[in-house]
């Protein structure tokens, strides 16, 4: 027996053939048809991952999609992250996912150099990344450790 296909429609006209049981093509064209040119239109990440996943839920409801699509699309953009976004942007991945990356190393930079004697810099340092997920703390340490070395 074939894999059932469903016809489906993105916002942008185009249709395609999608099999649920290979959602990679419907991934790719969300973000080629839709996460890039609205990326290059607005410059804002935050906003086009809302478009996206509205997108993606839209397709879910009206075409009875199974909603783990949203972890699988996720999933492919963080793969498309460090290839062709990344040069998309111009910036690393990191600074694409956490906007204000940028602050948190002015601030560590401060923090070091401010001449603290070690505990005062631990306390500090750690008030400083606290509201950091683990996620966004490995991707920290990873930026940080590029930045260090491969200059």
């Known amino acids: 027996m074939a894999p059932e296909s469903k016809k489906v429609k993105l916002i942008t006209g185009m249709e395609l053939e999608f099999q649920q049981q290979d959602p990679h093509t419907l991934f790719e064209?969300?973000?080629?048809e839709i996460?890039?040119?609205k990326y290059k239109e607005n410059?804002?990440?935050?906003?086009?991952?809302?478009?996206?996943?509205e997108e993606i839920n839209r397709l879910i409801s009206e075409y009875n999609l199974n909603p783990k699509l949203k972890l699988?699309?996720?999933n492919q953009i963080e793969e498309h992250l460090d290839k062709d976004i990344e040069e998309l942007t111009g910036v690393a991945k990191i600074e694409i996912l956490f906007i204000n990356m940028e602050d948190y190393v002015a601030d560590i930079?401060?923090?070091v150099t401010a001449?603290?004697?070690k505990q005062s810099l631990r306390d500090q340092m750690a008030r400083l990344i606290q509201p950091l997920t683990l996620f966004e703390l490995g991707e920290l340490f990873i930026f940080l450790g590029k930045r260090a070395f491969l200059k």
């Open 109 to 111: 930079k401060k923090l």
């Open 43 to 53: 410059a804002d990440w935050n906003l086009t991952l809302n478009i996206i996943l």
């Open 72 to 74: 699988g699309l996720l």
């Open 35 to 37: 996460l890039i040119p």
């Open 29 to 32: 064209l969300i973000i080629s």
């Open 115 to 117: 001449g603290l004697d």
